[in-house]
């Protein structure tokens, strides 16, 4: 309930308003976007207050040690240690397939600067873990927030994505010059095997349903 007034007071303080119910699954990978600035964070905080969707995410084991070790477990942090045998997407799918419920925030873009390509481990947590894809977003032309659409992956990462840039495609960040287009290397290289051009702005008639 605190949590839930924090929320509410920095998003009015801003002018903000979060859009939608609470979503309807209780384990999901959380993706958000675009992501252009460091005022991202304080807003997806107060997104997920608002909407009482405690998020969890995995950070470098030595983030954790003393004295701030507490909060960051406070702010939902999952240490792991990237020296173990096991990579950060095996321990990711581990972590969703023995809690009952857990929202896994995963970095899609991975910096704030604009790239090529998108980081596809959110894609593949999610499929080997057989949950669905949340797409948070922060639009700061509208000044709304939320989690209204979640996409089930298929192993057809072309169609996949096609829903996830028609989502995204009319949402601006706070620096709209630094947005990334939502595309994973798979998709380029996959079409370049084909002997096809990657469009990355194109949408299945299905994705574009999504921004409609």
Known sequence: MIKRTIGKLWLTAFGWQCDGPPPPYKKFVLIAAPHTSGWDLPFMLATSYVMEVPISWMGKHTLFRPPFGWFMKFL????????????????????LERSGDLVLAVPAEGTRAKVDFWKSGFYHIARGANVPIGLGFLDFERKVCGLTHFVVPTGDVRADMDQIRAFYRDIRGKFPEWESVPRLRE????????????DPRRALDAGAALAD
């Open 76 to 95: 939902g942090g999952i240490p792991i240690d990237r020296r173990s045998r096991h990579k950060v997407v095996e321990r990711a799918i581990e972590e």
């Open 187 to 198: 998709e380029a290289e996959a079409e370049a095997e084909a002997g096809e051009a990657l």
